[in-house]
């Protein structure tokens, strides 16, 4: 049983990030988001971040120092809760950008890579919904004003 234990503390042990371990792990978001969305521009802002963005609609911003990184992204309220209690302390609500839609995770080595990365999924597929919700609303107005031109004309 100690034994059980011991490796249980061992699996979920805390990284301890330094300025090498911050850069592997920049370098494997960087790959993902360059392997994985083909849609996508990264814009390096400064040395140290960088910002995703899809049809000019702001996916992620992520920005690192030596002992950690911070990734500001976009989520349904209703599913951030989840996380938000489960990283009370790591996980929160962003002042920049503004919008109801972004939260901010601050990395010390405490969330693994995996969910980091679900995250940035997360993100790019609400800014699809939400590019899916504006074409349909503009489908909608403008089969609208079209049907009143259309009845306006068979008046006349």
């Known amino acids: 049983e100690e034994r059980k234990l011991l490796e249980l503390a061992e699996k979920n042990k805390k990284i301890v990030f330094n ?15 360059l392997k994985n969305y083909l849609d996508v521009e990264i814009n390096e802002t400064s040395d140290n971040s960088f910002r995703v963005y899809r049809n000019k609609k702001l996916v992620i911003i992520l920005q690192w120092t030596n002992t950690n990184y911070r990734m500001v992204f976009q989520r349904k309220k209703s599913a951030v809760l989840k996380l938000m209690k489960k990283y009370p302390q790591f996980i929160a609500k962003a002042k920049n950008p503004k919008g109801h839609q972004w939260y901010k995770l601050l990395n010390t080595g405490d969330i693994k890579l995996k969910v980091v990365l679900s995250l940035i999924e997360y993100s790019y597929n609400f800014v699809v919904e939400e590019e899916i919700k504006a074409e349909e609303a503009n489908r909608k107005k403008y089969s609208s004003k079209k049907k009143r031109k259309t009845e306006f004309e068979d008046v006349e």
């Open 19 to 33: 300025k090498e371990l911050v850069d592997e792990q920049i370098q494997e978001i960087r790959d993902y988001i």
